[in-house]
């Protein structure tokens, strides 16, 4: 019997993957199927995919062409499952032409005429949302990149108040405005990076705009405000998505995940750091506008795992800050307490001072490290009291999470149009839990209406 081997994504099958199915299985007398895993596909770049492996299987396997089906998790199973099926033929399209010629040492490689005019590209562009983001900081040519990279977006307008902070890519956009209205015009959906005094207000009039809205955590300054923005936005069958890219690194969500399933026993204590030196002060010297205080650079991170692996609704949360003596709202360093029944959660966060930014989770068997910068992470360590016990984890991260998050946006939205509701196709994405939402929302209001917070001047 001639076994035949072919791979792919099948991401909305189409006619050119059943052309290809066919002709594959005309090459012998039994084809296996090779459908890629969601992990497979992030890592090696494919970020786009929109149907889930099981929908994609289900699809291959309703053709009746595949006699099996298995699934691509690893580079390298090509030859793992050549020798483990005895495969006499590798085939894909021509698209491929070169790249497996290393499969010929255990099988005949062929390469099949791609089918012109049809791909999974293309189907999923179909569905195009034009796209706006507000921001007023250089951190929108990074997103406008990311954004290149996912289908079915297209960045149409950006509202910014400093044009000079843009790069020659952004500035091709057609609109780049300093009005917030004209922005909400042109677009479907708003991404808002402004600063998180204007979030509230933003997100508020989008959503009565009628657009999708992803806004940078905190979305509001106090769990109210927050639930009123969540209402607007269920009432309008209208997704708004708190946006923080670390929770959509994968490394971090599998540290979670393993946390979770008891790995490190049972969690006494979080403890996050971040920091940096550029406060974004300057030139704009004491706007608030521009001016990122360490509280607004770095709260809503800090805060992120200690919610998500702790709670979020801790029994106390304290504030430790240095202060510019000018301006007390501007914090320059913060220590925050979040207090539980059994377990204590600490954040350090400075914009203007600078400490090692690790990750550190303790449990009652071992703890979780992850090294600094923990938020952009790519690994992380489980440590226990016998080193010989430690284990080494390492996930592929790309676009320091943006890109994923952005597909889970659009993807919400999909879910949302066909009729789920908002907390539905939230918890489907595995994006952050409204409460973690709220919870971020209300610390950082309550710091900054001086609740619970010790201020100090810094040393001269
Ligand atoms: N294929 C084909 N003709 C097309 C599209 C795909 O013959 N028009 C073949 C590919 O060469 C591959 C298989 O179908 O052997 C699965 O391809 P896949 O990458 O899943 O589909 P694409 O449509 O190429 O997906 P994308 O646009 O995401 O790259």
Same mark, same amino acid.
């Given at each position: ?25 005309? !090459? ?38 595949? &006699? ?16 483990? %099926? ?22 005949? =490689?062929? %390469? ?16 195009? #949302? ?9 951190? @929108? ?13 297209? =960045? ?17 956009? $057609? ?56 209402? !607007? ?7 708004? @998505? ?52 360490? @509280? ?17 609704? $801790? ?8 202060? &510019? ?5 501007? &914090? ?6 979040? *207090? ?24 009652? #068997?071992?703890?979780?490290?992850? $090294? ?14 016998? $080193? ?6 390492? %996930?592929?991260?790309?676009? *320091? ?14 879910? =949302?149009?066909?009729?789920? &509701? ?19 929302? *209300? ?9 619970? =917070?010790?201020? @100090?001047?810094?040393?001269?």
């Amino acid at each position: 019997m001639m076994k035949v081997i072919t791979y792919g994504t099948y991401d909305h099958l189409h006619r050119g993957h059943i052309r290809l199915l066919k002709r594959a299985k005309a !090459l012998g007398d039994y084809l296996i199927v090779g459908v890629t895993s969601d992990d497979f596909d992030k890592q090696r770049g494919k970020i786009n995919v929109q149907q889930p492996l099981e929908e994609r299987i289900a699809a291959v396997r309703a053709t009746g062409i595949a &006699d099996k089906i298995i699934v691509e998790e690893y580079e390298g199973q090509k030859i793992d499952d050549i020798k483990r %099926y005895g495969v006499d033929i590798f085939t894909v399209g021509s698209d491929w032409v070169g790249h497996f010629d290393y499969l010929n040492e255990y099988c005949k =490689v062929q %390469y099949l005429e791609r089918t012109s005019g049809v791909s999974s590209t293309e189907i999923r562009s179909l569905k195009i #949302k034009r796209c706006g983001l507000v921001g007023y900081t250089g951190y @929108m040519n990074r997103v406008y990149a990311e954004c290149g990279l996912v289908n079915g977006l297209e =960045v149409v307008a950006i509202c910014t108040k400093d044009r000079s902070l843009l790069s020659k890519g952004p500035l091709g956009v $057609p609109l780049i405005t300093d009005d917030y209205d004209e922005l909400l015009n042109a677009v479907d959906l708003v991404y808002i990076h402004s600063h998180p005094n204007c979030h509230y207000s933003q997100v508020k009039k989008a959503l009565i705009a009628g657009k999708h809205v992803m806004c940078e955590a905190p979305i509001a300054k106090s769990a109210d405000e927050c639930d009123e923005l969540f209402s !607007l936005a269920d009432d309008l069958g209208l997704v708004l @998505m708190d946006s923080l890219r670390t929770a959509y690194s994968t490394a971090y969500v599998r540290m979670l995940l393993l946390v979770a399933g008891g790995r490190i026993g049972d969690v006494v204590s979080v403890d996050a750091t971040c920091t940096n030196l550029n406060t974004n002060r300057l030139p704009y010297s004491l706007s608030h506008e521009t001016a990122w205080s360490s @509280m607004t650079a770095w709260g809503p991170t800090a805060l992120l795992p200690i919610f998500q692996i702790l709670g979020a609704n $801790p029994e106390r949360v304290q504030f430790s800050s240095l202060c &510019d003596p000018n301006d007390k709202a501007f &914090d320059i360093f913060s220590r925050i307490n979040v *207090e539980y029944g059994g377990a204590v959660g600490s954040a350090k966060v400075g914009a203007g001072a600078k400490s090692e930014g690790s990750l550190v989770v303790s449990g009652t #068997k071992g703890y979780v490290y992850v $090294p600094a910068p923990w938020w952009k992470t790519d690994y992380f360590e489980i440590r226990y009291e016998n $080193p010989s016990d430690n284990r080494r984890y390492f %996930y592929q991260l790309d676009g *320091e999470g943006i890109r994923f998050e952005w597909v889970s946006f659009l993807r919400m939205i999909e879910s =949302v149009c066909e009729g789920s &509701d908002g907390v539905e196709a939230l918890r489907r994405e595995g994006g952050i839990e409204r409460e973690i939402t709220r919870a971020t929302c *209300e610390a950082i209001g309550s710091f900054e209406r001086g609740e619970r =917070v010790r201020f @100090m001047e810094v040393h001269k």
